[in-house]
């Protein structure tokens, strides 16, 4: 049989619901037998975006506000001797504000 590797990329905005998200694939993933190896969660360096906004247009240019945006990411790897793994993951319910991609390679 032919091993076939999945990527599974998940970002989000929140740090909990990416954890949240993980715990929730991995779960699914050790009850099934075809797979071989799992690696991961791997986390990858926070991303952040910081943003200076002045509080009027006019005046008071002294009095701005500051925000900033921080983007998680996370990967988990996956080998399998079956391709009904990668059905399993699509089907698989996980909380809105995760963003997912799965890759398969050989």
């Given amino acids: 049989m032919s091993k076939e590797k999945i990527r599974i990329i998940l970002q989000s905005f929140n740090h909990i619901i990416l954890n949240n998200s993980c715990k929730k694939i ?3 993933l050790t009850g ?3 797979i071989i190896n ?3 969660p791997i ?3 926070t991303k952040k975006r910081s943003y200076c906004v002045l509080r009027s247009p006019h005046v008071n240019k002294d009095s701005r ?3 900033e945006i921080r983007r998680y990411k996370k ?3 996956i080998q399998s ?3 009904e793994i990668m059905n399993i993951l699509l089907l698989l319910d996980l909380s809105p504000g995760v ?3 799965l890759f398969s390679y050989k």
């Fill in 75 to 77: 990967i988990i790897d």
């Fill in 32 to 34: 099934e037998k075809s």
């Fill in 38 to 40: 799992i690696s991961g």
């Fill in 43 to 45: 986390s990858f360096p």
């Fill in 99 to 101: 963003s997912t991609e």
């Fill in 26 to 28: 991995l779960e699914v």
């Fill in 81 to 83: 001797n079956s391709k």
């Fill in 65 to 67: 506000e500051q925000f």
